[in-house]
Each structure stands twice: as C-alpha cells, then as structure tokens.
C-alpha cells in the first residue's frame, strides 16, 4: 500500500545546480542545493513565460487593441506540444534609453516562444526580445534566486507524492520541496567541495587554436 505525505516547512538552502522539465505542457525548474548540514534538497518551482514585443512610435490604442486581440489568438502545435498566448499586456518600458511602448506576450511553454516570436511579425512591432534564453536563466532572471547563495525556502514537502508524476521518489535528495516562497540570508560563504571547469577554444583539436574563455 502506498502513503503519501504532504507537510510544509522552512529550511535553509543554496542552490548549486538547475535543471528544468516539462509537466502537463509547462515548464517547471528543478533546483538542486544543499542546507547547512550539507542535506541534499530539490527546489522544484514555476515562473511566467514571456517576451516582449516592442512596439513601433506612434501605434495608436485602438491599434494596439487589436493587436492584442490578433496575438492571443495565436496557437501552435510543435512536436506534439500544445503551445498557446495566454494574455498580453502593455507596458512603458526603456529599450536602449529611449521610451517604448511594449507588449508583454505570456505564453504556456518557454521551448516555443521562438516559434511564437516568428509569428509576431507584424506591421506594428518594431522588435521582439527576451525569447532566445535558455529556460534556466529566464526563471534565475524572473525570480532572482541565484546559485551559492544562501536563501530560506519554503513549501510543501513532497514524500511519494503523485505531484509531477512522482519525481520525488526518483531524485537522490533528502527533501523535496514545491517552492512557495524564498528570501535571502546573510548566513557567510559557501565551500564547496568540487570545482569544475571549461574552456571555450576556436579550435577542436586539443593544443591547437587559443582559448577563448575559461568558466570555473
């Protein structure tokens, strides 16, 4: 017979490494840390989906109407998934330091925002922007929780839980929690016990070419 457990609770906790899945055809962030007794937690968690669509000078607000009504329309259908404009929104916003006009277009999976920025070519946008990152830096970006440094977290805890078709039982970590909220903490530095690099060189061939870029 299967339990399943379902509590909250706060903890401390640093995020050390990210990574992301698909869930009923949403993006969801999977967040791999540690808290001070050196406890392995996953922090799974959601953020909105969007880009921006910058609009041309002068755009009227009756053009402007319309175009919101043409763009949550939109719908498209990539590799099986279904990928749709949720809502629009319009905003006064800087782009290069000068005052713009922009609609801000959520979307239900960040995979297709590409394929959704292609579709807003239209005579009233000016520029489209925000739809080339990855996922991971969006929801770092989005919700400013940034590796290696200390955060209280805190939401439901998930033990066997059916929620995301049990990905709890299937991660190596002693907690698992669906992340509510978090706040930063001023608790000192990290040590880390590992140290990975990589080196970005303009030739394939090992001792040819210079390197370009070395991340630590």
């Not at 925002?113 to 520029?127: C, G, N, Q, S, T």
Request: some cysteine.
């Amino acid at each position: 017979k299967a339990y399943v457990f379902t509590f909250y609770m706060k903890t401390d906790f640093i995020p050390v490494d990210y990574d992301y899945f698909d869930f009923n055809g949403k993006n969801y962030i999977k967040i791999i840390g540690r808290d001070r007794k050196g406890k392995r937690i996953c922090a799974i968690d959601s953020c909105p989906v969007y880009l921006w669509a910058i609009l041309k000078d002068k755009t009227s607000e009756n053009e402007i109407k319309r175009l919101i009504r043409k763009i949550e329309e939109i719908k498209i259908n990539v590799k099986g998934r279904q990928t749709k404009v949720e809502k629009v929104e319009v905003h006064d916003k800087k782009f290069l330091g000068e005052d713009v006009r922009a609609l801000k277009v959520f979307a239900t999976n960040y995979k297709d925002l590409h394929d959704i920025a292609d579709k807003l070519v239209m005579p009233e946008i000016e520029k489209r922007r925000g739809y080339d990152l990855g996922f991971i830096t969006h929801y770092i970006i989005e919700k400013n929780l940034v590796p290696l440094q200390w955060y209280e977290v805190s939401g439901d805890v998930l033990i066997n839980s059916p929620e995301f078709d049990g990905i709890d039982a299937g991660l190596n970590v002693n907690l698992c929690l669906k992340l509510q909220s978090h706040k930063k903490l001023e608790i000192g530095e990290f040590s880390p016990k590992v140290l990975a690099y990589d080196i970005e060189t303009d030739e394939f061939k090992i001792v040819e070419g210079e390197i370009l870029m070395i991340s630590l």
